[in-house]
């Protein structure tokens, strides 16, 4: 547990010097601390061993299938054969996805976020982001590719968008494809009678979510029961988002701001199928939102900014601040051993067979 206090005081410090002309070197030194603490840890999270016996059948279908643990995406499937043919040990298939998920999330903010400090923050430190990636690895990589591709859907680059998404879905987690559609949509300037549509639609699309869902590789999760609490981080990005759409006009300004906006919306919409479709199971709706959700990084920056009194300003971003470091530090302490994340263990020793 000590070594994610070291880490947040190290990030902490890193990303709070230098100003805007040093940008490159804040980027530069938040990836390299982001990228350290993920690609060397071992036997570090849920999923930690899985990917490990994935790795030990050199990605031999047949063996994948006989042990459950055949993936759809087939790409992945030959990145771990050849991973093997080189010689490379599985530790080099953790640092290659811990790359993915925090290079493409960086670009991500350099694009897109006005205030790249508190992006970076709220990404570092809301469990649902960056420690997150240590469970759900290949989910994490590919929503870190769908932020970076956001920025062809803002040069109205649709192939070079189809591309990234394309290759997602085969090398990371095929449920990327859903947001192809995101192209067409994001781009749009919603009034609040569309806004209003859209979330009254989405009560009436969770009525034959369940049904389209079975046909989907997706069904398995019906099977997973969940007694669902809302807990706090749901909560937190309910209300956030409420408060957001209360204060667009203030708060979106540009046309990459509209994008970044109307992709969070949906999280709404994700939200309300998933309380009507309770028997599911929340972590369903939860994996599918973290493509919505993973633009909030770049909104929460921007509450500060709808105060012009500068003292008032610097408080609302300390209140941020406090409030994000609250919910890293309950899932250290409180959930760290459910989640897996504690105890830490580092590895160096093990990048080659």
């Not at 549509?197 to 969940?226: A, E, N, Q, W």
């Not at 309770?278 to 990084?297: D, E, H, K, S, T």
Request: charged content about 15%; proline content about 2%.
């Amino acid at each position: 547990m000590v070594e994610y206090f070291l880490f947040f005081f190290i990030y902490s410090f890193i990303i709070s010097i230098g100003g805007k002309r040093e940008k490159k070197f804040t980027l530069l030194g938040a990836f390299i601390i982001l990228f350290i603490l993920s690609a060397f840890r071992f036997n570090v999270g849920i999923d930690y061993h899985s990917y490990v016996s994935i790795y030990q059948t050199e990605g031999d279908f047949d063996e994948l299938k006989r042990r459950a643990l055949f993936t759809n995406e087939i790409g992945f499937n030959y990145l771990i054969q050849f991973l093997n043919f080189i010689g490379a040990d599985y530790q080099f298939m953790f640092m290659l996805y811990s790359f993915i998920a925090i290079f493409f999330i960086i670009k991500f903010i350099d694009k897109f976020a006005p205030d790249h400090k508190l992006a970076l923050f709220a990404y570092a430190f809301l469990p649902i982001y960056y420690l997150a990636s240590f469970n759900v690895i290949r989910q994490s990589a590919a929503v870190s590719l769908f932020a970076f591709s956001t920025v062809y859907i803002y040069e109205r680059k649709f192939w070079k968008y189809f591309f990234v998404i394309f290759m997602g879905a085969l090398f990371f987690h095929l449920s990327i494809i859903i947001m192809l559609p995101v192209y067409f949509y994001a781009k749009l300037k919603l009034t609040r009678i569309s806004e209003i549509i859209i979330i009254c639609s989405s009560v009436c699309i969770g009525l034959v979510f369940s049904y389209f869902l079975k046909s989907t590789p997706y069904g398995l999760y019906f099977d997973r029961h969940m007694d669902f609490e809302l807990n706090f981080i749901v909560f937190f990005f309910i209300v956030f988002f409420i408060f957001i759409i209360w204060h667009k006009d203030r708060i979106i300004q540009n046309e990459k701001l509209n994008i970044i906006y109307n992709i969070g919306l949906l999280s709404i919409v994700v939200f309300i199928l998933m309380f009507e479709n309770p028997n599911v199971g929340a972590n369903l709706f939860l994996r599918l939102n973290n493509y919505f959700m993973v633009v909030n990084i770049v909104l929460i920056g921007l509450i500060p900014s709808l105060f012009k009194e500068h003292s008032i300003k610097n408080m609302v971003n300390i209140l941020v601040i406090i409030g994000i470091c609250s919910l890293f530090l309950r899932t250290i302490i409180d959930k760290g051993i459910i989640y897996q994340l504690v105890p830490y263990e580092m590895s160096v020793n093990y990048f080659l067979k």
